[in-house]
């Protein structure tokens, strides 16, 4: 989506070959007709998995569930770039994008950049860049972790970028 005020309801789930972006100012939501459900979005290209699958989400683009507390936007990339010591990174969030948004990459890198935030990022890899927030709210459905809410996880490696 490449245009100012657009808003994309999302009535099932979407299935991209390729990358997506979205930016200035669109509005991605899921349709109040799912109910308490929630929809995904997934960019992959079987046959180019390390330059494909790329989301970025830019320019104030917000993402909002269908009403019901229970409803989110879930984002998906198959790429893999980064677990193969490529420097593509699957999910980039950045410049105030926000909203009730679950990002999930489970072999590529999430970067959450410039007053952003989101509902739950699942990664190979996450990068936390200038003041962006990432929030963890009690109570999500275990859509993402074996455990559920109170799953838990480590830190293998910290390193501050400049």
């Known amino acids: 989506v490449d245009k100012k005020d ?10 991209v070959k390729g990358n997506i972006k979205f930016e200035k100012e669109s509005t991605i939501r899921v349709s109040p007709a799912i109910g308490s459900k929630s ?11 390390l330059n494909k699958g790329l989301i970025d989400l830019v320019n104030k683009s917000q993402y909002l569930g269908s009403g019901s507390p229970n409803s989110f936007v879930m984002l998906v990339s198959r790429n893999s770039s980064s ?16 909203g009730e948004v679950i990002l999930y990459s489970n072999h590529g890198n999430i ?21 962006s927030q990432l929030n963890y709210k009690a109570g999500l459905a275990s859509t993402l972790f074996e455990t559920g809410p109170g799953g838990s996880w480590a830190i293998k ?4 970028v400049q």
């Open 6 to 15: 657009i808003v994309l309801t999302l009535t099932g789930m979407v299935w």
């Open 111 to 131: 970067v959450v950049n410039n007053h952003t935030s989101l509902r739950e990022a699942t990664a190979y890899k996450i990068e936390l860049r200038n003041d």
């Open 39 to 49: 929809v995904v979005v997934i960019a992959h290209d079987p046959l180019d998995e």
């Open 83 to 98: 677990e193969n010591g490529g420097d593509k990174n699957a999910i980039e969030m950045k410049n105030d994008a926000t």
């Open 157 to 160: 490696l910290w390193k501050e």
